[in-house]
Nanobody, 116 residues
Framework: QVQLVESGGGLVQAGGSLRLPCAASGRTFSSSAMAWLRQVPGKEREFVASISWSGRTTYYAASVKGRFTISRDNGKNTVFLQMNSLKPEDTAVYYC?????????WGKGTPVTVSF
C-alpha cells in the first residue's frame, strides 16, 4: 500500500515561485519512479515532470522545462516540485503519482493558482 500526500499549493502572483512536497508512505518509495501531473477543471490530467528512483533521470513537459525542477529525498520519502517563473496557465491542481506492481497511486492533490 502506498499513500501520497501533496502540500505547498496556494495563490501566487505571476513570476513567483512555489515548492510542492509530496510525502509518501510505503517501503517501495526509494525504488519507485515518481511523477507530478496537473489538472484544470474540464480538462484531462497532464504530465508535468517525473524522476527515476535514483533521482538521476528526470523528464519534463515542454511547457514547464527550464522553470520547474523535480527532485527527491529518499531518506525522507519525499518528492518535490520546485516551480519558478510561474504563469497564469500553470494554474491547476497538482497531483503526485507513482506506479507500484502495475498499480497507479495518487494523492488528493494540492491547488495552485497563479494570478496576473
Amino acid at each position: 500500500q502506498v499513500q501520497l500526500v501533496e502540500s505547498g499549493g496556494g495563490l501566487v502572483q505571476a513570476g513567483g515561485s512555489l515548492r510542492l512536497p509530496c510525502a509518501a508512505s510505503g517501503r517501495t518509495f526509494s525504488s519507485s519512479a515518481m511523477a507530478w501531473l496537473r489538472q484544470v477543471p474540464g480538462k484531462e490530467r497532464e504530465f508535468v515532470a517525473s524522476i527515476s528512483w535514483s533521482g538521476r533521470t528526470t523528464y519534463y513537459a515542454a511547457s514547464v522545462k527550464g522553470r520547474f525542477t523535480i527532485s527527491r529525498d529518499n531518506g525522507k520519502n519525499t518528492v518535490f516540485l520546485q516551480m519558478n517563473s510561474l504563469k497564469p496557465e500553470d494554474t491547476a491542481v497538482y497531483y503526485c503519482n507513482t506506479r507500484v506492481d502495475g498499480m497507479d497511486y495518487w494523492g488528493k492533490g494540492t491547488p495552485v493558482t497563479v494570478s496576473f
